[in-house]
């Protein structure tokens, strides 16, 4: 089935440890998203790439890296210099161009402990 | 910036009761109008793509409606499951070469009682 992977399904991080959330797609979309969502807030877009080998940042991506080597692939990591990590992550890709859905994977919650 | 609130923040009904949500909404220049539906603990699940105003879209109770400021997702004769968070999000034109970004609101949380 296509469809968007995201794994770990929970994560738990210590203070000061960088940790590397997957997201794979075969829906063979050209475009890739991460966005976080915290309890009474929207979806906030962290990075998104629109091809592989280029990726560009959203509104929060300080405290976060991400890179796109393969079309299927977006891995993001958070690093220990994002100072409230503990979220919940979703992934999402769509077709490029704009005027097309986004669609999401089942998301990684990520707890500082 | 590209704004979107949507209202009320929870909505409660009982089975059979029909109602509207709403996403009021700020974009300079509206590429797209988004509608999804999250369940608790899971990623949003596409619902309805509106592009221009006065265009609708049905499926099953739902139907999504769009203006030039706004949209309604109208619950017809809803059941317990689709009990729900439903988000709205828009795709602007103007967004400083960002033109894949969606703006999100924070969604509506209903709940249909049995």
């Known amino acids: 089935d296509g469809g968007i992977t995201q794994s770990p399904k929970y994560l738990f991080r210590k203070e000061g440890q960088n940790v590397t959330l997957s997201c794979e797609q075969n829906l063979n979309h050209d475009a890739m998203y991460w966005y976080r969502q915290d309890p009474g807030q929207g979806l906030r877009l962290i990075y998104y790439s629109q091809i592989v080998n280029d990726f560009q940042k959203g509104d929060i991506a300080e405290g976060y890296s991400v890179s796109r080597e393969k079309k299927e692939s977006f891995p993001l990591t958070v690093t220990s210099a994002q100072k409230n990590p503990t979220a919940f992550y979703l992934c999402?890709?769509?077709?490029?161009?704009?005027?097309?859905?986004?669609?999401f994977g089942q998301g990684t919650r990520l707890t500082v402990v | 910036e590209d704004q979107v609130t949507q209202s009320p923040e929870a909505l409660r009904l009982q089975e059979g009761e029909s109602s509207s949500l709403n996403c009021s909404y700020t974009v300079s220049g509206l590429r797209g109008l988004f509608w999804y539906r999250q369940d608790p603990g899971k990623g949003p699940e596409f619902l309805f793509t509106l592009y221009s105003a006065g265009e609708e879209k049905e499926k099953e109770r739902l139907k999504a409606t769009l203006t030039k400021k706004e949209s309604f997702l109208h619950i017809t004769a809803p059941k317990p499951e689709d009990s729900a968070t439903y988000l709205c999000?828009?795709?602007?034109?103007?967004?400083?070469?960002?033109?894949?970004?969606?703006?999100f609101g924070k969604g509506t949380l209903l709940t249909v009682n049995p």
């Open positions: 999402a890709s769509s077709l490029q161009g704009v005027n097309t859905e986004a669609f």
């Open positions: 999000a828009v795709q602007g034109g103007d967004s400083g070469g960002s033109n894949y970004k969606l703006t």
